[in-house]
């Protein structure tokens, strides 16, 4: 959880960050030229002025304000997709553009530790499968509920993706794409006439929806982790109207604004895919030892065959062990991730007793949060204790 928290759900924030910035520069560059070794502050400096604005949005109710803003967002996000697989297929039928998908693997690198680092930039793409059971609780029929929308969301994510790929490909050589800063621009350039200016502030668009769904997510993660006492206590805030956990969202910001300088895009995408590959390592090997002894008897799990289970943890090794010995700088910033959250948990949460003074400073952290993001400890025996003294303070946002 402190690999998630602190690594792999912020460092995806500040992927999409990152692009936001990145694709809104690149529609600008008709009117204005930003100096190329200006564009790494750039790129992130705009993706901050946009991650800002929806983490407030986040410290308000998601039914009211988020959740009807993520609609929107979505629709975007159909209506490009849409309008670039047309038109690719356009291109292919009707005009017969071919030539790119002949000898597509030509000049391919086939060293093992790079193959390995283009899988992760490629599964990015389809990371958010395993959040489903983020929203379990609520689900009516989780048993039945779950398989179906894990296997029907990667489904329609993949026959998406491809033919999106395969329209691409219609139009921009494999040069094109290593090249362009921003793939769907390069595309909307050659195909869509004066439209095209419209596309990489669609996408950005798209993107706003992408980082509200993350900050949603990795903060109810966080928060979920304090209840549980695996994280810090003050973590367990919440604003006593909205129920937005209010710290364990703008930490999560901070943290993506914070990891969104240890390197460029395709740096980043690698340090998180490693963290989250070598969770999910441990998660299916914790996973196949309950099966194997009998210890999952929860009614409303369901049955996959052992098989299923054992090949994906098969191939989650690979995915670790290649990348530590053919590109071990990949490897040390999760591993040193990983093993900074297991001497948390060794020093902090393993212990059934503290010292005095750690439950102090926690005490005073956690009036000094209260006092300055109005939340209340979500404990309901005293909730309405908490919500007559935060009424005192005036403090509404």
């Not at 928060?223 to 006593?240: F, K, W």
Request: proline share 4%.
């Amino acid at each position: 959880m402190w690999v998630s928290t602190c690594l792999s759900y912020p460092a995806v924030l500040a992927i999409q960050a990152i692009s936001f910035g990145e694709y809104i520069i690149t529609g600008l560059d008709s009117w204005i030229t930003v100096d190329e070794k200006y564009r790494f502050m750039a790129y992130r400096l705009v993706g901050f002025s946009m991650l800002w604005p929806l983490m407030f949005l986040n410290f308000f109710s998601l039914k009211k304000v988020a959740g009807a803003f993520q609609i929107v967002a979505t629709a975007v996000k159909l209506i490009v997709a849409s309008v670039i697989i047309f038109t690719g297929m356009y291109h292919i039928l009707f005009k017969h553009d071919t030539k790119n998908f002949e000898n597509s693997f030509k000049g391919s690198d086939w060293n093992a530790g790079n193959l390995v680092l283009g899988v992760y930039s490629g599964l990015f793409a389809y990371n958010g499968w395993d959040v489903l059971n983020f929203g379990a609780e609520e689900i009516e029929n989780p048993r039945r509920t779950m398989p179906i929308a894990a296997i029907s969301g990667i489904t329609i994510s993949a026959i998406v993706f491809i033919l999106m790929n395969v329209s691409y490909f219609s139009v921009l050589t494999v040069e094109d794409f290593k090249n362009s800063p921003a793939v769907a621009v390069t595309f909307a350039e050659r195909t869509l006439g004066d439209f095209h200016y419209a596309i990489p502030f669609l996408i950005s668009l798209l993107l706003i929806g992408s980082m509200n769904t993350t900050i949603f997510a990795c903060s109810r993660y966080m928060y979920s982790g304090a209840n549980q006492s695996v994280m810090p206590t003050p973590l367990r805030l919440i604003h006593y109207t909205s129920r937005s956990p209010r710290l364990a969202v703008f930490a999560e910001v901070l943290i993506a604004i914070c990891l969104s300088f240890i390197g460029n895009l395709d740096q980043i995408i690698s340090y998180m895919s490693f963290a989250l590959w070598s969770q999910r390592t441990c998660t299916q090997a914790g996973f196949i030892y309950f099966k194997l002894t009998g210890k999952i008897d929860n009614k409303d799990s369901f049955v996959v065959p052992i098989f299923v289970p054992i090949t994906f943890f098969l191939i989650c090794i690979a995915l670790l062990v290649i990348p530590i010995t053919q590109n071990y700088h990949v490897a040390i910033y999760g591993l040193s991730m990983t093993a900074g959250g297991a001497l948390i948990y060794l020093l902090f949460i393993y212990p059934k007793t503290l010292p005095n003074f750690l439950y102090k400073i926690n005490d005073k952290l956690v009036k000094f949060a209260q006092l300055i993001f109005n939340a209340v400890i979500d404990k309901f025996e005293v909730l309405e204790e908490y919500i007559e003294e935060a009424s005192v303070l005036k403090l509404k946002f």
